[in-house]
């Protein structure tokens, strides 16, 4: 158990995962410092921001959907008020059925009682979805920059792994010793000589905004895509999922595929406004990356986000930071000890 008190701690990376675990630290009472790169392209920057409490492919509820909820909306509340800005709301938010089987299955699970919860009626060939909601990332990632700015918290340049040492059980950079620090470089994790042996999987997304006459939609519809009305008849369609192209660029790929989904349900002409790609940092089980290095302790990690950043980022900083302040178990699905394996292996090769 530490000295809250005396816990000197460095978190590399600004996204939704160093927000998040930051403000835990923070609320333990330890020493916190955040190196970021603000000029560099992130996850979060980026980020449309849902959280829908329904996976849409076979229907089921998201994991662990009961816990993270709670935790998101008290988190991202206290944010607002911490920061003095509005991040989160709720959307009407709308399914297209698109099958006879794909309605029966709809009713079939609207009928069991922990999926009603989430789950509403079918109307005019869609189906609605409780407790869905937008957080607006990019301004929380600018905004809580501004905060540690303000409060002498950041460092914003470039970390380079070379500048970084160990002594006596401490991190040591050109800044100060540190007793931990904990990696949140998102997609940039694939670079990071200490955790380069963990199995990402990192997924481009990209979304474009339209411009339309007319309105069109006031809800938010999912049909392939997520069409999400912007005011004054802007639409954003959101997003795409590549996992061969990886480079942090737009691509006319996406762009149709985007358009595709909304095309089948809108015959009506419109101008791209605005097209934006960033990379998820996605992982090969689907479970988030938490816990220390397993042979220097005083480095940790906490990433694999993917593409639900939002919904799980608040839950699992809270749990990371308990583990690592008082040693409350990992759940064994998310610890990155279940890759063990890999990283002996990486040591041999
Ligand atoms: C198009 C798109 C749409 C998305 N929509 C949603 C959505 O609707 N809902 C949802 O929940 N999730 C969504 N996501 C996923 C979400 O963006 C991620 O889950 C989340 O943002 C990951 O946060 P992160 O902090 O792990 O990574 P990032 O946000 O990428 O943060 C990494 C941080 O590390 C810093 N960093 C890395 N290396 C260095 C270095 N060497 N020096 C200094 N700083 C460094 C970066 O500058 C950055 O600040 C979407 C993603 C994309 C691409």
Same mark, same amino acid.
């Given at each position: ?8 701690? =460095? ?7 160093? =927000? ?22 992130? @996850?979060?920057?980026?980020? &449309? ?5 329904? !996976?849409? $492919? ?36 709308? $399914? $297209? =059925? ?12 609207? @009928?069991?009682? +922990? ?12 189906? +609605? !979805?409780?407790?869905?909601?937008? !957080? ?12 540690? /700015? @303000?409060?002498? $918290? ?32 998102? *997609? ?20 474009? &905004? ?5 309105? /069109? ?10 069409? =999400? ?11 795409? #999922?590549?996992?061969?192209? /990886? ?34 940092? &996605? ?12 042979? #220097?302790? +005083? ?10 950043? !939002? ?10 930071? @308990? ?8 759940? *064994? ?17």
């Amino acid at each position: 158990m530490y000295n809250f008190g005396a816990v000197k701690i =460095i978190i590399i990376g600004s996204g939704l995962a160093g =927000i998040a675990i930051a403000e835990r630290f923070i609320a333990a009472h330890c020493d916190v410092t955040v190196w970021t790169n603000t000029t560099q392209a992130s @996850s979060t920057g980026i980020a &449309t921001g849902m959280y829908n409490p329904v !996976v849409f $492919r076979r229907l089921n509820l998201s994991w662990m959907v009961e816990d993270l909820l709670p935790e998101m909306h008290s988190f991202f509340s206290s944010l607002e008020e911490k920061l003095a800005i509005s991040l989160k709301g709720p959307i009407d938010f709308a $399914r $297209r =059925i698109p099958s006879d089987d794909y309605h029966h299955l709809w009713e079939t699970r609207r @009928s069991e009682p +922990s999926y009603s919860t989430f789950i509403g009626p079918i109307l005019n060939g869609y189906g +609605s !979805v409780k407790h869905a909601g937008m !957080v607006d990332c990019s301004l929380l990632k600018t905004q809580y920059e501004q905060y540690l /700015l @303000s409060n002498h $918290r950041l460092i914003d340049r470039p970390f380079s792994f070379d500048e970084l040492s160990f002594k006596d059980g401490q991190v040591c950079l050109a800044e100060g010793d540190y007793d931990l620090a904990v990696f949140c470089d998102g *997609p940039y994790a694939v670079q990071n000589p200490y955790f380069n042996w963990l199995p990402f999987n990192l997924c481009q997304g990209e979304w474009i &905004t339209l411009q339309t006459d007319a309105p /069109l939609t006031k809800r938010v519809l999912n049909n392939k895509v997520n069409i =999400i009305p912007m005011g004054e008849n802007r639409y954003k369609l959101s997003s795409s #999922y590549s996992w061969k192209t /990886l480079d942090w660029q737009p691509h006319d790929e996406a762009k149709e595929e985007l358009l595709k989904g909304f095309e089948e349900l809108f015959d009506v002409p419109y101008t791209l406004v605005e097209h934006r790609a960033a990379l998820r940092p &996605t992982v090969s089980d689907r479970r988030p990356y938490l816990g220390r290095h397993p042979e #220097y302790a +005083s480095l940790a990690i906490f990433n694999g986000l993917g593409s639900k950043g !939002v919904m799980l980022a608040p839950y699992f900083s809270q749990h990371l930071a @308990s583990h690592l302040l008082d040693g409350t178990p990992l759940l *064994p699905e998310v610890d990155i000890k279940r890759h063990l394996k890999r990283f002996h292996r990486s040591k041999e090769g």
